[in-house]
């Protein structure tokens, strides 16, 4: 009797990822994500940057605060089509 054994890029046991999205995709996510930042109560004097990767929000920059961090995290998870959120976000240094 022969067992099948799995190659080390295949897995039975985790979840098969996504698809990439359509061509122009992330460029969409990242504008959406980035008109969202700007307009939002509490973010508009910040500088986040926002980049997508295969429907993966990254932010980027520097806020004073932990709120406006979590903040523009939970903005960016609020855009349909986005798959995660990486907050790489950073507070300034306090004195």
């Known amino acids: 009797m022969v067992m099948p054994w799995p190659l080390p ?10 698809p990439p999205g359509p061509p122009g995709e992330d460029v969409r996510l990242a504008a959406e994500v980035a008109y969202r930042i700007v307009s939002g109560v509490g973010l508009r004097a ?36 986005v798959v995660d959120v990486c907050n790489a976000v950073r507070l300034t240094a306090q004195r």
Do not use: H, Y
């Not at 605060?65 to 855009?79: H, K, M, T």
């Open 46 to 81: 910040r500088r986040i940057t926002v980049t997508v990767q295969n429907r993966v929000a990254i932010l980027g920059g520097v806020v004073p605060d932990v709120d406006a961090r979590q903040l523009a995290g939970r903005v960016a998870w609020e855009v349909p089509g």
């Open 9 to 18: 890029d295949e897995s039975w046991f985790r979840p098969q990822p996504d």
